[in-house]
Every structure is written in structure tokens, then in C-alpha cells.
């Protein structure tokens, strides 16, 4: 049984291009969460969601920032007009419901030059 | 406050010692503490949880001790070996919310042969 696959392992991006970070969860894991890890940080959550449904979305930022992940197919963490700010790692990780513990991925480390 | 305070922040430990990491809640309604390690690289991989129902769980050399008055929990890792060398981040969740997990700032652990 695969683990949570995150793609790409790294991303490059220059100020103002937008980034996708994809994530399939753990086979039959119906529950997403995204977190971001900056250097020296705990792991900070930005997103949960379950298919085709925003459930949490309370540490995502306003701007610029959106998740989905759809009926078919991986979840999506999409960051338009990148920022240095915004280089960092996001982690992906899944449940196969609410009260399950979370398995994560290995991360997509994004860099902004 | 949905803040969890981990320390230290880093610890070294001899080959065969005790490492001990504490983490403190404030929000008496968490239900639910995991300890995750990562290595370097890696995604967080869960290395053992506890509900506030019981003091301590020991899982091999892995033990937690919960003080629910105190708020405070804690990850011993007894008979430490090079092999534990990675960060651990300590974890609070309520079960009957979005089950989002709040990390601590994390520990980074280093054990000398």
C-alpha cells in the first residue's frame, strides 16, 4: 500500500509565477490536510478538505493561496504570484476519516527566487 | 489558545540515556497528543499518540507521560540510539472538530555513539 505521494519533491519558482503542489493521498483516504513547514518551524496547517469539500480552511491565507481536490484525481495547493515569503516545505498528509491519525507525505520543498 | 509550547528546542544525548521532550497545551478540550519524528528529508511519521483518559503508553523504548491537570505531556525515549537522531514534534487535536493536528516548534534530538 503507497504512502501519501506528494509531486514534485522540489519546485523553483520566481517571484510572480504561480505554483501547483499535488497530493494523493493514502488509497482509500477520503480526508486531506496541507500544512507548511518553514526552516526551524513546526508544521503550521493551512487547509482540510474532503473530496470535493473545504472543510477547514481557517490557516490558509486570504490571497493568492486556494486548495481542491476533486472527485477524481489528487488534491491541489495552488499559490498564484509566488513570494519569497512563501518559499517554505508543504506537507500533505490524509486519514481515512475524521478521528484517524494523519499520514503524511514527503513534502514538496518550494523555493521563490 | 490553541498554542502547544514544546522544549528543548535541541538535546543532546549520550549512546543509552533517556531523552526527554515536554510539551504544554492550554486548551483543555484536545483529546487527542501524537508524537511524529522526522529525518531530514522526510515527511513526519507518527511514532506514538495518547488520549487524555490515561497517565502513560509505552511503546518499546517510546513512552508517554500525560499530566492532564498540569497540560503537559511528555516523550521519553529510553536506551537512545544514533538511529533516534531526527526532529520530534509533539501534537494536540480535538477529535470531535476538523481533527487538525497543532504542532509543537519541534525538538531536535542528536544521540552520540
Known amino acids: 500500500n503507497a504512502g501519501v505521494m506528494q509531486n514534485p519533491r522540489h519546485l523553483v519558482r520566481r517571484r510572480g509565477q504561480e505554483a501547483r503542489l499535488r497530493c494523493s493521498p493514502m488509497?482509500?483516504?477520503?480526508?486531506v490536510y496541507w500544512y507548511r513547514q518553514l526552516p526551524e518551524e513546526g508544521l503550521k496547517f493551512m487547509v482540510y478538505?474532503?473530496?470535493?469539500?473545504?472543510?477547514?480552511e481557517s490557516g490558509m491565507p486570504k490571497e493568492r493561496f486556494s486548495a481542491e481536490f476533486p472527485k477524481e484525481g489528487p488534491s491541489i495547493l495552488r499559490i498564484q504570484q509566488v513570494v519569497r515569503g512563501d518559499s517554505a516545505a508543504y506537507f500533505c498528509?490524509?486519514?481515512?476519516?475524521?478521528?484517524?491519525?494523519?499520514?503524511f507525505g514527503n513534502g514538496t520543498r518550494l523555493t521563490v527566487t | 489558545q490553541q498554542q502547544v509550547k514544546q522544549s528543548p528546542q535541541s538535546l543532546i544525548v549520550q549512546k543509552g540515556g533517556i531523552s526527554i521532550i515536554n510539551c504544554a497545551y492550554e486548551?483543555?478540550?484536545?483529546?487527542?497528543f501524537p508524537w511524529y519524528q522526522q529525518f531530514p528529508g522526510k515527511g513526519p511519521a507518527l511514532l506514538i499518540a495518547?488520549?487524555?483518559?490515561?497517565s502513560e503508553k509505552k511503546e518499546g523504548r517510546f513512552t508517554i507521560s500525560f499530566n492532564k491537570s498540569a497540560k503537559q505531556f511528555s516523550l521519553h525515549i529510553m536506551d537512545s540510539q544514533p538511529g533516534d537522531s531526527a526532529t520530534y514534534f509533539c501534537?494536540?487535536?480535538?477529535?470531535?472538530?476538523?481533527?487538525?493536528?497543532?504542532f509543537g516548534t519541534g525538538t531536535r534530538l542528536k544521540v552520540l555513539a
Open positions: 478538505l474532503q473530496k470535493e469539500n473545504i472543510i477547514d
Open positions: 498528509a490524509s486519514s481515512p476519516q475524521p478521528n484517524s491519525p494523519l499520514h
Open positions: 495518547i488520549r487524555p483518559d490515561v
Open positions: 501534537a494536540a487535536s480535538l477529535t470531535s472538530g476538523t481533527y487538525k493536528y497543532i
Open positions: 486548551n483543555t478540550a484536545f483529546d487527542y
Open positions: 488509497k482509500g483516504h477520503s480526508h
